[in-house]
Every structure is written in C-alpha cells, then in structure tokens.
T-cell receptor
Framework: GESVGLHLPTLSVQEGDNSIINCAYS??????FIWYKQESGKGPQFIID?????DKRQGQRVTVLLNKTVKHLSLQIAATQPGDSAVYFC????????????FGAGTRLAVHP | DGGITQSPKYLFRKEGQNVTLSCEQN?????MYWYRQDPGQGLRLIYY???????QKGDIAEGYSVSREKKESFPLTVTSAQKNPTAFYLC????????????FGSGTRLTVV
C-alpha cells in the first residue's frame, strides 16, 4: 500500500483506550478546523469539523476541541478500535474566494490489541 | 453512487516525459482541486478550479498544468519541468463553504523510473 506517513509521529494505544491527537495551527483567520483520517493508499476521509466560534464539538466516538488562545486543536477518540489505525491530519479551511484547505503534517495512530 | 474517480492508481514515468492524471466527479460540484502528498507530510495544493474554463495556481504549481473543459473533469499534467514528480496525487471536489462538502479521490501514485 501507499506509505503516506513514513516519518510521522506515532501515537500507540491499546484497543479500548481513549486516544488524543493534537495539532497546532497557524492561521487565526480560518473559518473551520477539520480532522481527516487517511488509510494507506486512500484519500483522506472527513471525520469531524468545528467552526472557529466554537470550542467543542462531539460526534460518534469523536470529540474535537479548539483552543484559539494557543492555536491548538485536538481530536479525542473514545474506545479506540483496530479500525481506527490510520494517519490523522488536521486542516484549516479558509472560506471566501475559494475553499482553501491547509493541512498539518499528520500523526499516525497505531492501535494494539 | 456519487464520488470522485482517479485513474490510474499507479503510474510510472520516464524522466523527460509528460504524464496526465485523470480526475472525474459525478457529484455536481463546481470546485475541484489537485493536491500533492509526500511521505511524512500533509497535502499541498497544486491547482484549483472554481468553475469550468477557469483555474488558479495553488502553492506548488510549477511543473504542472491543468484544464477544466467540463464540470466533471479536472485532469492534471505533470510536465518534464517538474523536477521531483514522484509523489501521491489526490484530487478533490467541493460544494459550499464547509469541509464536510469536500470529497477526495483515492489517489494516484506517480513514480519516475
């Protein structure tokens, strides 16, 4: 398969534990902040987004936290499963003109049984 | 089912050759994008198009060209001027201003031999 994260930082967790993946962003003008999941050889898959005027948003088993003071974004995955193993990217969306996505470098999540 | 189709999945190019990567969508999205992904890095924007017969350079457009003759199609040509073309190429399309409206293809792996 495609190696999209040969030198990425890796977070290793046990199946059933909660995972927290962190991201620092740079642009204060971003309208949305997004988390994507990318499996080997595939395109990024949208997980969850949060608007810039919010600080927390929950989905199914996932929660995104936004701290605009320190420009920090995190993704919490509850009860991590082997199928969650992938590379996770945060991205900023700049609306207006065109919808420009700016991606971070990514974190590899490895879930061990 | 609606989606984005990229072809081929794997592509090999000799040095000095131009190659064209295909991207087709049936989502009726106006905007389409091309990203490049290198190991250990996030996605970087090559070109984008908001409407038929119009396209704009992204952050790393040198050595690439595109066309947008039909709403459904946004082919990317990697020219011989691109000095380091080996990478994973992702096409995306979007509607609206939210990241949840972004859809990615499954990618094309280009290797120079």
């Amino acid at each position: 398969g495609e190696s999209v994260g040969l030198h990425l930082p890796t977070l290793s967790v046990q199946e059933g534990d909660n995972s927290i993946i962190n991201c620092a962003y740079s642009n204060s003008a971003s309208d949305y902040f997004i988390w994507y999941k990318q499996e080997s050889g595939k395109g990024p898959q949208f997980i969850i987004d949060i608007r810039s005027n919010m600080d927390k948003r929950q989905g199914q088993r996932v929660t995104v936290l936004l701290n605009k003071t320190v420009k920090h974004l995190s993704l919490q995955i509850a009860a991590t499963q082997p199928g969650d193993s992938a590379v996770y990217f945060c991205a900023e969306l700049l609306s207006g003109g065109y919808n420009k996505l700016i991606f971070g470098a990514g974190t590899r999540l490895a879930v061990h049984p | 089912d609606g989606g984005i189709t990229q072809s081929p999945k794997y592509l090999f190019r000799k040095e000095g050759q131009n190659v064209t990567l295909s991207c087709e969508q049936n989502l009726n999205h106006d905007a389409m994008y091309w990203y490049r992904q290198d190991p250990g890095q996030g996605l970087r924007l090559i070109y984008y198009s908001q409407i038929v017969n119009d396209f704009q350079k992204g952050d790393i457009a040198e050595g690439y060209s595109v066309s947008r003759e039909k709403k459904e199609s946004f082919p990317l040509t990697v020219t011989s001027a691109q000095k380091n073309p080996t990478a994973f190429y992702l096409c995306a399309s979007s509607s609206g201003a939210r990241a949840s409206g972004y859809t990615f293809g499954s990618g094309t792996r280009l290797t120079v031999v």
